[in-house]
């Protein structure tokens, strides 16, 4: 099974006992051995759970771009985000060296409050990109009716940290929105999707032009305004009143203000 279940598991299996392989995969998804959706593709016939050092866990979701799967990278226990590009993206594709150059730069990106992106790796003819798995919820999914207005500021604080930490490296988001920024089980903020751009730019051939002459006027515009609409929902919902137009054009040049949220 490619992995997913070890020897020693395997031992202690009596398979005599299991005439109809349903009920043993149901066994092993009980026994926590095996995820539904692995038992689900042994049932079928397919055992392929590995790539490279990342055994797969779930398919999360079937995009665009290819699959993307919850993975586990195998000998550092860590849970991941494992993205397949298309077939036909190779090294033959004029935007490859681009996308690897770009990439491998997100990788060398560190901050709390932010998804890293830890690896580009090929299997076969498909090229994947890995990210670090967000164990919590995305905005858009979360019940700020249970966060104290406390916690609901110190959030925008840290989402203000990170953009303004990647406009210095000028690195422009450019999806800042309620499904990209997580909270986690920790509650803190992490901004997730910052590979998104790239690969929609690099691999799919996708631009805004709109976005890319706004940006040539002022660079990480687009990320500002972004981040002032979703911090004047935020602070309504915590403070129970619209946020003042003064803070919230503060938000809109944290770049240039790092202390603008001091006043809150």
């Not at 926590?32 to 759970?49: D, F, H, I, P, Y």
């Amino acid at each position: 099974m490619s992995g997913a279940v070890s020897d020693n598991q395997l031992s202690k299996i009596d398979f005599t006992e299991f005439s109809d392989p349903r009920y043993l995969a149901k066994r092993l998804v009980d026994q926590q051995v095996l995820t539904e959706w692995q038992a689900k593709l042994v049932l079928s016939g397919r055992n392929q759970m590995k790539v490279g050092g990342y055994l797969l866990l779930d398919r999360v979701e079937r995009n665009e771009l290819g699959d993307r799967y919850q993975a586990k990278h195998q000998s550092l226990d860590r849970l991941v985000e494992l993205q397949f590009l298309p077939k036909e993206f190779n090294r033959q594709s004029p935007q490859f060296e681009p996308f690897i150059k770009s990439a491998r730069m997100m990788t060398e990106i560190d901050h709390p409050n932010l998804a890293h992106v830890y690896d580009v790796g090929e299997e076969g003819s498909r090229y994947y990109v890995v990210q670090e798995f967000v164990n919590g919820e995305p905005l858009s999914a979360f019940d700020f009716a249970a966060m104290a207005p406390a916690d609901v500021i110190r959030l925008i604080k840290e989402l203000a940290s990170v953009v303004r930490f990647l406009h210095e490296r000028k690195i422009l988001h450019g999806s800042i929105n309620k499904d990209t920024v997580f909270i986690n089980r920790g509650g803190q903020c992490q901004l997730n999707g910052l590979i998104t751009k790239i690969l929609q730019e690099r691999v799919l051939g996708r631009h805004d032009e709109f976005a890319a002459k706004q940006e040539a006027l002022q660079f990480g515009l687009i990320d500002r305004v972004a981040m002032q609409s979703l911090a004047g929902e935020l602070l309504e919902k915590a403070l129970g009143r619209d946020a003042d137009p003064e803070l919230l054009a503060n938000i809109v040049q944290l770049g240039n203000k790092p202390d603008s949220l001091e006043k809150i």
